[in-house]
């Protein structure tokens, strides 16, 4: 399953952004939604890539949010989180260039940081 969490805020952004977070279920900062794999939910958030962080996340995880929740883990689950320990690296740049947007093959990791 793919997770995306909003990393920046609601301020400046363009109508049909706000659109696609909204159909993403990404309404406030630092909310986590879960999502099946598909090439309609990549392209939407390869599209809002500058407002958000997303990738591929583990089982364990899957059930450490299922006992967060309550009961099992479904696609289009959103749970809010506190922002993460130590923070994120950058909000404006890109994951390959040192920042926290985009794609990113370590989502455990971050998540980890942000769910307790």
């Given amino acids: ?5 909003r990393v920046r805020g609601q301020v ?3 109508e049909d952004i706000e659109y696609t977070l909204d159909n993403l279920n990404l309404e ?3 909310q986590l ?5 598909s090439d309609a939910n990549e392209g939407m958030m390869n599209k809002v890539k500058d407002y958000i962080t997303y990738g591929t996340v583990s089982e364990q995880l899957l059930e ?3 006992e967060k929740k309550g009961s099992e883990v479904e696609s289009g689950d959103a749970f809010s989180c ?3 320990k130590k923070g994120y690296k950058g909000t404006r740049s890109q994951v390959g260039q040192g920042g926290s947007l985009g794609k990113r093959e370590d989502m455990d990791e971050l ?3 942000m769910v307790k």
């Fill in 1 to 5: 399953m793919l997770a995306a969490v």
């Fill in 12 to 14: 400046d952004v363009k």
């Fill in 28 to 30: 406030k900062k630092n």
């Fill in 33 to 37: 939604v879960v999502f099946d794999e």
């Fill in 64 to 66: 450490k949010l299922a």
């Fill in 82 to 84: 506190r922002p993460p």
């Fill in 111 to 113: 998540v980890q940081r």
